[in-house]
């Protein structure tokens, strides 16, 4: 009888730390770093059929509950975060200590759970159906956005000719809310888009809002962090509210050194370790591709490796363009919290959601370090405006 009380006990306990976690049994099965179908192990734990160890049970519950970055009501800035994603962006803003959130926006239900586990809100969702009276004032506004199409009916190059695409959401906030700044992220080939209309498209219409503004080009691995990702950042400030904004420069990445093994994790299951079938699929496909004379397909990087490819979004699919070499074994996969490294995420920003989303979500986000440090002197200037 008083083993049964216990297993009951403990189940009870286990599925209560689950549900105030608000995850399913593979996302926590994933999240605190069990093998392969460790989901089933929960199953059984909460059913009481078997029992976690001791120091199983211990791992599990200490799983942290606490927001690790609490909004700093104190700062001076107030900030919107859209298309948020997981909160990269935000993150780097936070870092600066000048900035608390007063409104976020975001889609995908996972990355809305990634989201709230780190900062303790909940985001607005579709940004369409949110009209601009529904927003705070706020004095910076970031946001990435999908790079679509412009349409050329118009060929006005500005702001009537970004209606209908998502662009058009940041454009119409910035023109009726008129934030002091901006910083907007998005991915290198932005600039090849359609020839270059679309960027020219974007850029017309942030300076027709009355915006000074300031793209650039930065590769991750010259801010500290060993990925080779460039992605655009474009930053902008209110003619009418800013009156130094000419002071505005990007900040100078310090290009220190980087290697692989900085991210890599000392302990890695062999889940990670890919199969032979899909080790296989990937050497067969590299070697058409050399056949072709193009240099798709995997790419094997070690602990002295000086940075990875980017990592993606479909890296979850197979993990085929970041593999890391293992000794007498298959390559693996970077884990989760690798993959948080590699964008500059801290250690103790939780990962709530099973593997294959937290790929999707560090893949779809932004490199900190960088953001930080282009907030950093976002946030320069701004002070010394108040002068």
């Not at 991210?263 to 889940?271: P, T």
């Amino acid at each position: 009888m008083y083993t049964v009380l216990k297993n009951q006990k403990t189940a009870d306990l286990i599925r209560e730390k689950r549900e105030r976690l608000n995850m399913t049994q593979k996302e926590l099965a994933d999240a605190i770093g069990m093998s392969k179908n460790g989901d089933r192990t929960i199953r059984r734990w909460e059913s009481g059929e078997t029992q976690p160890s001791a120091i199983e049970l211990k791992h599990l519950l200490s799983f942290p509950e606490h927001i690790p970055f609490q909004n700093n009501e104190e700062a001076p800035y107030k900030m919107i975060d859209l298309f948020a994603g997981i909160g990269g962006t935000r993150l780097g803003f936070h870092k600066t200590g000048k900035t608390k959130v007063v409104f976020s926006s975001e889609f995908d239900e996972h990355a809305v759970k990634t989201y709230k586990a780190n900062f303790g809100e909940h985001p607005f969702g579709d940004i369409t159906k949110i009209t601009s009276n529904d927003i705070p004032e706020h004095d910076i506004l970031v946001g990435g956005f999908p790079c679509q199409a412009f349409s050329q009916a118009g060929k006005k190059l500005g702001f009537e000719d970004t209606r209908g695409t998502l662009f058009f959401e940041i454009a119409r906030i910035l023109k009726d809310k008129q934030p002091k700044a901006f910083l907007l992220e998005n991915v290198k080939n932005l600039t090849l888009h359609d020839h270059g209309k679309t960027f020219e498209v974007i850029i017309n219409t942030l300076k027709e809002l009355g915006y000074e503004v300031v793209p650039q080009l930065f590769k991750a691995k010259d801010f500290g962090v060993p990925q080779n990702r460039e992605r655009i950042y474009i930053v902008g400030f209110n003619k009418n509210k800013v009156p130094n904004y000419k002071d505005f420069t990007m900040p100078i990445p310090p290009c220190s050194e980087t290697k692989v093994g900085q991210i890599l994790e000392s302990y890695v299951d062999d889940k990670y370790t890919i199969s032979d079938k899909l080790w296989s699929g990937h050497k067969r496909r590299k070697a058409e591709h050399q056949e072709k004379g193009n240099g798709f397909g995997y790419t094997l990087f070690t602990a002295e490796s000086p940075y990875t490819n980017t990592i993606s979004a479909r890296y979850y699919k197979d993990g085929s363009e970041i593999l890391i070499e293992q000794k007498d074994k298959n390559p693996r996969k970077v884990t989760p919290r690798e993959a948080a490294r590699l964008q500059g995420f801290p250690e103790d920003f939780i990962i709530p959601v099973s593997d294959t989303q937290a790929y999707k979500q560090f893949g779809n986000s932004v490199a900190v370090p960088v953001i930080h440090a282009i907030a950093e002197e976002i946030i320069k200037v701004l002070d010394n405006s108040n002068k």
